[in-house]
């Protein structure tokens, strides 16, 4: 039964997409960051990153590709580097599910970052990143 089944919830684990300069500091860019602020490693971490929505300018749907990323064992208190992201992409849905392993038990999360949510106003200093982004929890 699914009363049964003890789904578990995912806590100090936050997805941010942050805004900073590029690796010659010409220009800035946006790059999404998982956070682990958790006390113990996450291990074997898997990320699935897509976007879908409308085209606010003609009303067709929008899908972009879908990509996975494996990133392994995030240590407590860190931060890792998913992917950067375009501005084109911002008034779309953004989905990263997130799962991972902490000891013998499996987690796992969507992250959505909603359309037009990316935007300075919304912006505060990412945990442990020290820098400018917009954060789910």
Known sequence: MKKDINIPKVEDVCVAVV???NDE?????FNVYLINQK?????????TSKGYGE???TGEKVNT?????????IEPDSFVKIEPI????FGLNNEYWVSFFEGNQMYDKKFIFLPETIK???M????LINKKGVVIL
Request: proline residues 2%; without cysteine; glycine residues 2%.
């Open 39 to 47: 006390d113990n490693k996450i291990k074997n971490t898997l990320v």
């Open 65 to 73: 590709s879908i990509l996975r990323h494996f990133i392994g064992d």
């Open 25 to 29: 500091k010409t220009e800035e860019v």
């Open 120 to 122: 300075e106003e919304n």
């Open 124 to 127: 505060i200093t990412v945990p």
């Open 19 to 21: 805004k900073e300069m």
């Open 55 to 57: 085209n606010q300018s």
């Open 86 to 89: 375009i501005e084109e992409v």
